[in-house]
Structure formats: structure tokens, C-alpha cells
């Protein structure tokens, strides 16, 4: 059984960082991409970046490039979202997802995910 459990979010004043981390088990996640997507009150779930566990290559969504970079660390299972130069706009829930095989931006794909952590950023 596939769990994902997020750590890290709180509040943070405006240009600060936060570090959330999202801790993975239940299978080998080698095949696997791992996201991170936000949703914000009244707003869709909206994809911020992604890796690819064997390669460790990354995709971002424009409004968090130079300032937001995931990684993974294979040896705890591990997948990190660092956060620096926050703004309010980036206030949301986050939440770690899984797939498998090719990448994608669409929550929809996403076959596995955690159960979120409140980020909030204060001006």
C-alpha cells in the first residue's frame, strides 16, 4: 500500500523559505514521478513541480522557476520541496503525488497522493 506523508508547511513571513518534505512507501518508486502540486481556497489543484525519481530530472510551472526546487533523496525515500523567496500567492495547501511511467502536469494522472500541508505567507 502506496503511502505519502507531507511535513514541513506553516507560516512564513514574505520572502521567506519553508522546506517541506514528503515521505514515500510501499513500493520501490523507481518508475515513478513524484509531484507537488497547491491548491488555494476556491481554486483548482494546480501542479508546481515535479521529478523524476531515477533521473532526478525536474519540471516546474513558471511562477515558482529561481525561486522553488524539488529533489529527492533515494536513500530515506524521500521527496523535498524547497521554497524560498515565498510570496502570498503562494499560500495553499500543498499535497505530494505519484505516478508512474512519463510525466505529467495534470493532477488527474496522478495515481497516488498524501494528505496535504498548509503553507501560509503573510505580506
Known amino acids: 500500500q502506496v503511502q505519502l506523508v507531507e511535513s514541513g508547511g506553516g507560516l512564513v513571513q514574505a520572502g521567506g523559505s519553508l522546506r517541506l518534505s514528503c515521505a514515500a512507501s510501499?513500493?520501490?518508486?523507481?518508475?515513478?514521478?513524484m509531484g507537488w502540486f497547491r491548491q488555494a481556497p476556491g481554486k483548482e489543484r494546480e501542479f508546481v513541480a515535479a521529478v523524476r525519481w531515477s533521473s532526478g530530472s525536474t519540471y516546474y510551472v513558471d511562477s515558482v522557476k529561481g525561486r522553488f526546487t524539488i529533489s529527492r533523496d533515494n536513500a530515506k525515500n524521500t521527496v523535498y520541496l524547497q521554497m524560498n523567496s515565498l510570496k502570498p500567492e503562494d499560500t495553499a495547501v500543498y499535497y505530494c503525488?505519484?505516478?508512474?511511467?512519463?510525466?505529467?502536469?495534470?493532477?488527474?494522472?496522478?495515481?497516488?497522493w498524501g494528505q496535504g500541508t498548509q503553507v501560509t505567507v503573510s505580506s
Open positions: 510501499g513500493r520501490t518508486f523507481s518508475s515513478y514521478y
Open positions: 503525488a505519484a505516478k508512474r511511467t512519463y510525466y505529467s502536469a495534470y493532477a488527474s494522472s496522478y495515481d497516488y
